[in-house]
C-alpha cells in the first residue's frame, strides 16, 4: 500500500516534458523542509491505495499518456518502485520529481528521472546523495531552484564539479515570487552557463494552487 496525498490531473509545469497534460500522484510524507515549499499539506495528509488501484486511476484517463510520481519525497515508500514499473509496462511516460536525498538506484530504468538538487538557501543544502549522479541513466534530469546569487554560484559549481553540464539536462528555476525570471535569465546569459531556464509553467497558470485541478 501507499499513502497518497492526491491525485489530479494537470499541465505539467516543469522538466523536458513541460506542457503536456499529465496525471499526477503525489504521495504523502517528505523528509526535508524547504523553506519555499508549496506542499506543506502533503507532510502528513493522505490516504492508504494499493498499486491496483493506482493503476485503474490512470487507465480511467485514457486520454493521458504522462503519469508523474511526486510528493512529498516518493522515494520514502518502497511500493513506489513497482508502482513506476506497473505504469510503464501499460506504455505510460513516467517521469519522478524526487529531491536525490534518497537512492534512486532501484528506480526502473525507463522513468524519467528529476532530481530537485538542494541549494543552500532551501534551507537543505546537504541533502543530495552524490552516488544519485554515478550511473544515472542519461534522460535524469537535474533540477536546481536558485534563490539568490549565492545559490546560482553554488549550482554552477556544483554542475562543474560533477560534470552534469556534459551528461545531463541541467534545469534552473527561479524561486517562485522570490528571484526574478529575468534577473536569473540575464545570469545564466552572462555567466555563459549552458543551464536550461524553467519557470515552472504550472505556477503561472494556477496559482494559487488548486487542489484536485
Known amino acids: 500500500?501507499?499513502?497518497?496525498?492526491?491525485?489530479?490531473?494537470?499541465?505539467?509545469?516543469?522538466?523536458t516534458f513541460v506542457g503536456n497534460p499529465t496525471l499526477f500522484i503525489r504521495t504523502t510524507g517528505c523528509n526535508l523542509r524547504c523553506h519555499y515549499c508549496d506542499t506543506k499539506y502533503s507532510y502528513y495528509e493522505g490516504s492508504l491505495m494499493s498499486i491496483e488501484d493506482l493503476v485503474r486511476e490512470a487507465q480511467?484517463?485514457?486520454?493521458?499518456?504522462?503519469?508523474?510520481?511526486?510528493?512529498?519525497?516518493?522515494?520514502?515508500?518502497?511500493?513506489v518502485y513497482p508502482l513506476m514499473s506497473a505504469l510503464c509496462d501499460l506504455g505510460y511516460f513516467v517521469s519522478l520529481e524526487t529531491s536525490g536525498s534518497k537512492s534512486c538506484r532501484e528506480v526502473d530504468g525507463r522513468v524519467k528521472i528529476v532530481l530537485d538538487v538542494k541549494t543552500p538557501a532551501?534551507?537543505?543544502?546537504?541533502?543530495f546523495l552524490l552516488e544519485n549522479i554515478v550511473g544515472s541513466p542519461l534522460s535524469t534530469e537535474f533540477k536546481f531552484v536558485i534563490?539568490?546569487?549565492?545559490?546560482?554560484?553554488?549550482?554552477?559549481?556544483?554542475?562543474?564539479?560533477?560534470?552534469?553540464?556534459?551528461?545531463?539536462?541541467?534545469?534552473?528555476?527561479?524561486?517562485?515570487?522570490?528571484?526574478?525570471?529575468q534577473w536569473l535569465a540575464e545570469k545564466i546569459l552572462q555567466q555563459n552557463s549552458p543551464a536550461r531556464l524553467q519557470l515552472q509553467l504550472h505556477k503561472y497558470i494556477w496559482f494559487p494552487h488548486t487542489r484536485g485541478v
Open 147 to 181: 534563490c539568490s546569487e549565492d545559490d546560482f554560484k553554488w549550482s554552477e559549481n556544483f554542475c562543474r564539479q560533477h560534470d552534469l553540464f556534459e551528461k545531463f539536462t541541467v534545469l534552473y528555476s527561479p524561486s517562485f515570487e522570490e528571484v526574478e525570471p
Open 122 to 127: 532551501s534551507g537543505e543544502g546537504d541533502s
Open 1 to 15: 500500500m501507499i499513502k497518497v496525498n492526491e491525485i489530479f490531473h494537470s499541465i505539467q509545469g516543469e522538466s
Open 60 to 79: 480511467q484517463r485514457p486520454h493521458l499518456k504522462y503519469v508523474c510520481i511526486t510528493g512529498g519525497e516518493p522515494l520514502l515508500q518502497k511500493e
